[in-house]
């Protein structure tokens, strides 16, 4: 059963426009998520969060929102550079520590 | 603080043959996690400690799967009998325990993987 879902398995934008990674999840007891990023044959980076009690989070170029209602978040990188072209993870956490993380969402930026 | 360190980075054996990994953590972080990626597939929960004690097992962490903590410090994941599906990437992860992270704040730092091929 896959609590943490992405269903865009790639997304293509062009340079200076807006990225919108979508996510979604099942269990309602999550209280914290995260969006990693990974670039080939490195381990994932942290890039940013959000805790459920909160519906937004921003930090620079990158802004997280949560819908609790729809169990829905979504990441938004703006201005997308060449740079952000990477996979990127949407991840939960549970009560008891333990992360989940969606499959994935391939990003290219195309100058 | 060097981050967290996996070993080998890649490890290309032949089907049935025992592999071992090795994780070495942030050295404040209690809880140590590991992960199994697959192409095209997020990172995969397959155990996780705290401290020397493991907390949960996967149920993909199959009879052959063992890991293990024994100070609490370093962690081992071994694989005996590697058959072709084991290839993957291999993740380690910790954490301090117990995070109340405000918005913002990390919860999982990872290691670069260590990357399995079984032929």
């Known amino acids: 059963d896959q609590q943490v879902k992405q269903n865009s398995p790639s997304l293509s934008v062009q340079e200076g426009r807006i990225s919108i990674l979508n996510c979604d999840y099942t269990n309602s007891m999550f209280d914290y998520f995260l969006w990693y990023k990974k670039y080939p044959a490195e381990g994932p980076t942290f890039l940013i969060s959000?805790?459920?009690?909160?519906d937004k989070n921003e930090d620079g170029r990158f802004t997280v929102f949560l819908n609790k209602s729809a169990k829905h978040l979504s990441l938004h990188i703006v201005p997308s550079q060449p740079g952000d072209s990477a996979v990127y993870f949407c991840?939960?956490?549970?009560?008891?520590?333990?992360?989940?993380f969606g499959p994935g969402t391939s990003l290219s930026v195309i100058p | 603080d060097t981050g967290v360190s996996q070993n080998p980075r890649h490890k290309i054996t032949k089907r049935g043959q025992n592999v071992t990994f090795r994780c070495d953590p942030i050295?404040?972080?209690?809880?140590l996690y590991w992960y199994r990626q697959t192409l095209g597939q997020g990172p995969e929960f397959l155990t996780y400690?705290?401290?020397?004690?493991?907390?949960?097992k996967s149920r993909l962490l199959s009879d052959r799967f063992s890991a293990e903590r024994p100070k609490g410090s370093f962690s081992t994941l071994e694989i005996q009998r590697t058959e072709q599906g084991d290839s993957a990437m291999y993740l380690c992860?910790?954490?301090?325990?117990?995070?109340?992270?405000?918005?913002?704040?990390?919860?999982?730092?990872f290691g670069a993987g260590s990357r399995l091929t079984v032929l």
């Open positions: 992860a910790s954490s301090p325990e117990g995070l109340t992270p405000s918005s913002g704040a990390n919860v999982l730092t």
């Open positions: 991840a939960a956490r549970t009560s008891y520590d333990k992360v989940i």
């Open positions: 050295s404040e972080h209690n809880r």
């Open positions: 400690f705290q401290n020397e004690a493991q907390l949960e």
């Open positions: 959000i805790s459920s009690i909160k």
